[in-house]
């Protein structure tokens, strides 16, 4: 069986590597995809546009996905990814600096798995996202792929 | 801009001026005509009584004093025009006893001049002394008009051809005089201003004044041509008297007509006026409304406008600037882990630092939210126990340090009406607040009560801290002013630019009294809505 995928959707790199630095750090050897905008994560989920030649089947076991990002935000790519009957079970967890009650309230109204607000200090930055991987890796069960 | 009041107030000025002008020419052509023997320029016609010289100089005095009476005078003036007035009074008397006592013999003068001029000088005495009444300047006006009427029939005489006047005992008034004692009354009348009883009759805009303007010219104007009509050609031959008396009803019918008709015009202008005025008042106030209508709703757009932008502003506060933060921490850390058997001793305390000034700003930025968030949470009102909300955060405090002494007093049973939450806010934030600049005494004390002294409903949280100047208490509220070295007493500076923010937001005040290392004490109040 191929490695489970983490998605990661942020545009900012330097966001994209320390968030990579993290997982490296707690060990945690999937592979880690980071997609810069959220109509190419859209693309890279549905295997349309540039990842045309991909394989559909291949879900990423989480989506790590920024609420601010360029052409398509975190929001409006939850609910896609929830009305897309195929994508519809995908977990999807929330990554963010937001903390307004306002995207809290939107992001679970349409269904989200989890809400993770990064803190500024890198350290417990990395303590979550170790726990973050403990939880979604090895605890949680997945959910069957939609036929 | 000249107002309308002052411009009738400049025009009063100007006639009373020109009035007392006349009157000292009348004056000085009259005496002219006695030093130089051409008397017709003292009595007008050659059969008319010519005006004696006293009386040519106390009229040319009256006419300079009248002519500058409302201007701006020196008190040097006053005196001297005082003075005048006292001595004329006195020379006035003098005449009216002359004619029993025969003082100046051979006097030209006559006795009811000098009342008039006794009167007239007592009246701009008391004018010029006595501080500017209603009643004075009533009492003046009214005496003028009686002055006015003695000059008219003088005059009138004249005119009608009295006997009387042609150098009878007592010794009669020249017509010159009578003109000028109608002038002088006409402007102790005006100097009296607009709000005398007699001028108010005459002056403005409404319609009594106006029909009164129109009247009274016509009524004495009629009589006195009347009177020279009947004078000049009564006694023309082949003319019938019962003719005259006829031409002269027909005349004052007429007259009669003319006046009720235009006072008639005059109360239905005035009336058609008001009420186009009116009209165009009450559109104007309709239209007034609407317009404001439209402009509360454009400000409550306006507002809710601002406050949407204020939103997202704050959304993009909490959201990029933290996240630059985020990566100055992460790469710092990356570099110490990497590169640390690179960097001494001091390298790696550079990077802590930079790390610890990381997690400040963050925290600035975190207590800056929570400020912008105040403004836009709706007020929820219930009542809220203050004292059990004090025991909560006092309770909550003495567990942070089990090291430190703490001892609260909290007055109990203090009970008010507001927004729980944001009380809360309060409480905790200056309780915190205390907390924090008590940490050098060995026993901190922070009192929570309702201050009975003071007016109203006060409550105040007091410590045994550090202080502060009272000199900079202006700034204590401002965000991000701090009273205190960093070093000492670490913090943002929101925390009381929050508390004020919320008790401003309850209608209440608040302030603060210390003194450096004696404490501080906190006030405020709520005024629930």
């Not at chain 1, 200090?121 to 979550?128: A, G, L, N, Q």
């Not at chain 2, 009192?447 to 009975?452: I, M, S, T, V, Y």
Request: glycine share 8%.
């Amino acid at each position: 069986m191929d490695k489970k995928i983490i998605l990661l959707v942020e545009d900012n790199p330097s966001d994209v590597a320390l968030t990579r630095r993290a997982f490296e750090k707690s060990k945690i050897v999937n592979e880690l995809i980071a997609i810069e905008d959220g109509k190419e994560a859209l693309e890279y989920l549905q295997g349309a546009g540039k990842y045309s030649g991909r394989d559909r089947n291949i879900l990423p076991i989480v989506v790590l996905l920024d609420i601010k990002l360029p052409l398509i935000d975190g929001i409006t790519l939850l609910k896609t990814i929830r009305n897309d009957p195929r994508l519809r079970r995908l977990p999807v967890v929330m990554l963010t600096s937001s903390k307004e009650e306002s995207d809290l309230a939107e992001s679970y109204d349409h269904g989200v798995n989890g809400f993770i607000r990064k803190p500024v200090c890198s350290r417990e930055f990395e303590k979550t996202i170790e726990t973050f991987s403990l939880f979604w890796l090895l605890i949680n069960e997945p959910p069957p792929v939609v036929k | 801009m000249k107002t309308h009041i002052q411009d009738r107030q400049d025009r009063q000025d100007r006639f009373i001026a020109l009035v007392g002008i006349i009157t000292t020419a009348i004056a000085l052509i009259a005496m002219l005509g006695l030093i130089t023997g051409w008397t017709i320029l003292a009595s007008v016609r050659s059969e008319y009584m010519p005006m004696p010289m006293i009386s040519a100089i106390i009229f040319s005095a009256f006419g300079i004093i009248i002519h500058r009476f409302n201007r701006a005078a020196s008190s040097k003036w006053v005196s001297i025009a005082s003075g005048v007035l006292i001595l004329i009074m006195i020379t006035g008397v003098l005449l009216v006893l002359d004619a029993f006592y025969d003082i100046f013999p051979g006097s030209q003068a006559s006795p009811y001049i000098g009342l008039f001029f006794a009167i007239f000088s007592l009246l701009c005495l008391l004018k010029k002394i006595l501080p500017p009444g209603k009643l004075i300047n009533n009492i003046i006006s009214i005496t003028g008009v009686i002055l006015l009427c003695f000059g008219f029939t003088i005059v009138l005489a004249y005119l009608v051809g009295t006997p009387l006047l042609y150098g009878k005992e007592p010794v009669p008034i020249a017509l010159n005089g009578g003109v000028c004692v109608m002038l002088l009354s006409l402007g102790i009348i005006s100097a009296c201003g607009e709000e005398n009883v007699v001028l108010r009759l005459f002056a403005g805009n409404g319609p009594n004044a106006k029909i009164q303007r129109k009247i009274v010219p016509l009524v004495f104007g009629s009589i006195s041509m009347g009177s020279l009509f009947f004078v000049n050609f009564h006694d023309i031959r082949g003319v019938n008297y019962a003719i005259i008396s006829a031409g002269g009803i027909i005349l004052v019918s007429l007259v009669s007509v003319i006046i009720v008709q235009s006072s008639v015009e005059t109360i239905l202008n005035d009336a058609t006026k008001n009420y186009e005025e009116n009209k165009l008042y009450n559109f104007k106030i309709s239209e007034l409304n609407n317009s404001l209508e439209q402009r509360v709703a454009d400000r409550t757009k306006q507002a809710s406008d601002l406050n949407r932008e204020l939103e997202s502003f704050s959304y993009s506060v909490s959201h990029d600037l933290r996240s630059p933060l985020r990566g100055i921490d992460g790469w710092s850390l990356a570099l110490f882990e990497d590169y640390s058997d690179k960097l001494d001793a001091k390298g790696v305390e550079y990077i802590n630092t930079i790390r610890k000034e990381t997690q400040r700003m963050s925290s600035l930025i975190d207590d800056l939210i929570k400020l912008s968030h105040l403004s836009r949470s709706e007020l929820k009102y219930s009542v809220v126990d203050l004292s059990k909300l004090a025991s909560a955060i006092a309770g909550r405090l003495g567990g942070v340090d089990p090291a430190r002494k703490l001892e609260f007093l909290i007055e109990p049973g203090l009970v008010v009406t507001g927004d729980s939450g944001l009380l809360e806010v309060v409480l905790s934030n200056l309780f915190e607040n205390s907390y924090k600049f008590t940490g050098t005494r060995a026993k901190a004390i922070i009192e929570f009560g309702l201050d009975k002294e003071k007016e109203g409903e006060v409550f105040y949280v007091k410590d045994n801290g550090v202080g502060f100047d009272m000199a900079y208490a202006g700034k204590l509220f401002g965000a991000f002013q701090r009273m205190h070295k960093h070093s000492e007493y670490p913090g943002t500076g929101i925390g009381l630019a929050t508390v004020r923010r919320v008790i401003t937001l309850l209608n209440g005040t608040i302030w603060a009294e210390s003194k450096i290392d004696e404490g501080a004490t906190f006030y405020f109040n709520l005024r629930a809505q």
